[in-house]
C-alpha cells in the first residue's frame, strides 16, 4: 500500500520536541517495516536563511519525506511585524493553501491510496472543498482549541478562528481517528461530535532495549518530562516537591522541558529554601539520548498534567519499566491502571501528589513490580507493530468505503 502522513511537525533540525512529529515518524517507520511506501508531506515555516521552499529525501527505501518551507509575504511581515499572533495566522492559512495546491499533484505522482493527516492546524482543510482522489483520515489529539481556550491565561482573535477552523475541519471530515475513547467522550462534551465516529487507534512507541531490570541507586531519582506548563500540572509538582523532601530529604529530582522564560524555574527558586533548590535539576529541553539516559537514570516517573488527551510522556516512561504516577484525566486511564502499573494523584491537589510520590519511595518491592508491570502493558499495547496493524486495517477499511 502507498500512504501518505500529512503533517505539520516532523523530527529535523527544527522540530525536536513534538508529539505529532514523533508520531507521524514511527508510524512512517512501523508502516515501512511491514512493506508500505510512505510519503510524508511536511508543511513547515521556512526558517531564516533557508534557500529553498521544497525540499525531497529518501528518509528511508519505503520513506519519501517531501518538505514545504512556508513564508508569510513580505507585506505581512512589513505591516504585522510586532504582532506575532496575526503573522502566525497568515503562515497556518499559507499552510493550508500549499497542501490544497499540491495534494492531488501528489497523489496522482506517487500511486497514493490512502492519507492520514492530524487536525492539529488543519493542513487539509482547503481540500474538504476540492475533489481528493484518496480517502483522508484526520487524527484528532488535544485540539488547539482545548489548548487556547482552557490551559493558557492568553487570547487572540486570530488564533481563535484558526481554533474554529480546526473544529469544523474534524465535523465535515468522513474518516476519524484517535487515540483514546475517553477523548472521544470528551470532543463529545466539547463540540458535539459523535463518538461512534472515531476509529480507536492508541499511539504506539519504539520500545527501547532494556537488558536487566532497573535497580534503584543510593538515590531515589524521580522525573517529570514535558512542557513546563499550566496544562501539564507543573505548579502542582513544584508545590509538591518540599512536601516530599519534608519528609525523605535525600531524594532527587529533575524535570526537562521547555520552560520558556525560566518562569516556573525562577519562581520555584525564589520560593524555596537552598536545601529544596540542590534536589531539584530543571535540566530544560534536551536531546534524545539524554532523554533517554534520564528514564534509565530515573525510579520513579511524575506527570500530574490537568489534561492529556492521550499520555505519551506515560507511555515513554512505562517503556523503560518505570512506574508511573499521573492524574485520571483526559486518556491517561486508558495507559495507567491505578495500582497496577502506576498511581493516580488527585487533579490539582499537591498533596495528594506528594502521598503518592512518597508511597513508591518507600516501598522498593512495589516499585518494581510497577515497573514490570508498566513495561509490559506497553508490549502488549503501544509498541509501534500495534500502531500499524491497527492503522492498516483502518485504512483498508475507508479504502473500501472510499471505492
Known amino acids: ?60 527505501e519505503n520513506i519519501t519525506v517531501l518538505t514545504h518551507k512556508v513564508k508569510a509575504s513580505a507585506l505581512i511581515n512589513k505591516l504585522f511585524k510586532s504582532k506575532w499572533a496575526i503573522v502566525d495566522f497568515a503562515l497556518k492559512i499559507k499552510s493550508m493553501g500549499v497542501m ?79 487515540h483514546a475513547q475517553n477523548h472521544a467522550l470528551e470532543l463529545e462534551r466539547l463540540y458535539d461530535i459523535a463518538p461512534k465516529r472515531f476509529e480507536i487507534i492508541p499511539h504506539g512507541i519504539n520500545l527501547p532495549v ?36 519534608q519528609k525523605n530529604p535525600d531524594i532527587l529530582f529533575e524535570l526537562i522541558g521547555n520552560d520558556p522564560g525560566n518562569d516556573y524555574q525562577n519562581r520555584f527558586k525564589a520560593d524555596n529554601p537552598e536545601a529544596v533548590l540542590q534536589k531539584v535539576i530543571f535540566s530544560g529541553k534536551v536531546d534524545h539520548e539524554a532523554l533517554s ?11 500530574p498534567s490537568r489534561y492529556e488527551s492521550f499520555g505519551l510522556i506515560f507511555i515513554e516512561a512505562m517503556s523503560y519499566g518505570k512506574p508511573v504516577i499521573g492524574c485520571s484525566v483526559g486518556g491517561v486511564p486508558e495507559i495507567i491502571t491505578d495500582n497496577h502499573n502506576g498511581l493516580f494523584a488527585e487533579t490539582g491537589d499537591a498533596q495528594s ?24 502493558t506497553i508490549e502488549d499495547k503501544f509498541a509501534g507493530d500495534q500502531l500499524a496493524d491497527n492503522s492498516l486495517a483502518y485504512y483498508n477499511k475507508i479504502i473500501t468505503d472510499f471505492n
Open 293 to 303: 539516559q534520564a528514564y534509565r537514570a530515573c525510579d520513579i516517573f511524575v506527570a
Open 353 to 376: 501528589l506528594a502521598d503518592k510520590i512518597i508511597q513508591l519511595i518507600n516501598n522498593g518491592d512495589l516499585r518494581k513490580q510497577m515497573g514490570l508491570n508498566a513495561r509490559k
Open 210 to 245: 532494556i537488558t536487566e531490570h532497573p535497580t534503584a541507586g543510593p538515590v531515589i531519582k524521580i522525573l517529570y518530562t514535558g512542557r513546563l506548563e499550566y496544562r501539564k500540572g507543573t505548579d502542582i509538582l513544584l508545590a509538591a516537591i518540599p512536601l516530599v523532601l
Open 1 to 60: 500500500m502507498t500512504i501518505a502522513l500529512v503533517t505539520p511537525y516532523f523530527p529535523d533540525e527544527h522540530t525536536i520536541d513534538s508529539g505529532i512529529a514523533n508520531h507521524y515518524l514511527l508510524l512512517a517507520q512501523s508502516l515501512a517495516a511491514k512493506g508500505n511506501k510512505v510519503i510524508v508531506l511536511y508543511v513547515r515555516p521556512r526558517y531564516e536563511n533557508e534557500p529553498d521552499t521544497f525540499g525531497k529525501h529518501d528518509l528511508t
Open 100 to 178: 490544497s495546491q499540491v495534494l492531488n499533484k501528489t497523489i496522482q505522482q506517487y500511486g497514493i491510496e490512502v492519507i492520514e493527516t492530524t487536525s492539529y492546524f488543519s493542513l487539509c482543510y482547503f481540500s474538504l472543498y476540492k475533489q481528493i482522489k484518496a480517502p483522508v483520515a484526520v487524527r484528532v489529539s488535544t485540539t488547539f482549541s482545548q489548548i487556547m481556550n482552557e490551559h493558557y491565561p492568553f487570547k487572540s482573535r486570530v488564533m481563535d478562528v484558526i481554533a474554529k477552523m480546526e473544529i469544523a475541519f474534524i465535523k465535515k471530515s468522513k474518516y476519524l481517528i484517535t
